[in-house]
């Protein structure tokens, strides 16, 4: 057993519970950027078997091996992707959490058609109208999301990361609306401190780190 698992599973399943949906309908992303193999292991072996990472060339140097020893293991990119590293990520990654802009639109169709394997992928809204963040201009969704239907992609739910320090479910809320919006039904929000309250507006991947391995220092 591996109780910071056990403690994240708890917690998901009782805001599961209250917000009335089935815990089986949620998705717990384990967010292993910065942390070496060996702090993975006990996760996978307690039977988790879905990761996130933030950078291509961090998961390439990691994963290959955990995953030729632990089958069934699900890679989540859930970082910036630059569309010169498109072929790397979609020969690695399973499910793609940051499309944001129209180049990394035609750089993913670009090598998702030559490795005749097509990725789902999130939209990242920049929910906050951050400058510092990535992530698309809500204005800008709609355009995006047509052009990243045109290309084929496999556009399955929106993400997002609201602004650090306030509160965040009016801008779950907002996620929660544009995806329904636009006929989408996956939802990447809420973390390790406030993903009870997206569960609760709607999440249907929650990305959890500190929570599972500790706050890095």
Known sequence: MNQPLEDVRTRLAHAAAIAGRKVEELTLIAISKTHAAEAIVPLIEAGQRTFGENRVQEAQAKWPALRAQYPGIELHLVGQLQSNKADEAVALFDCIHSLDRPSLVTALARAMDKAARRVPCFVQVNIGA????????????PALL????????????????????????????????????????????????????????????????????????
């Open 130 to 141: 951050e400058e510092q963040k990535g992530g698309c201009a809500i204005a800008d969704l």
């Open 146 to 217: 047509a052009a990243a239907r045109g290309a084929d992609l496999p556009v399955i739910g929106l993400m997002c990361v609201p602004p650090a320090g306030i509160e965040p479910a009016p801008f779950f809320a907002l996620l929660d609306k544009l995806a329904a919006d636009h006929g989408l039904a996956g939802r990447s929000m809420g973390m390790s401190d406030d993903f009870e309250t997206a569960i609760m507006l709607g999440a249907t991947h929650v990305r959890v780190g500190s929570a599972l391995f500790g706050v890095r220092g």
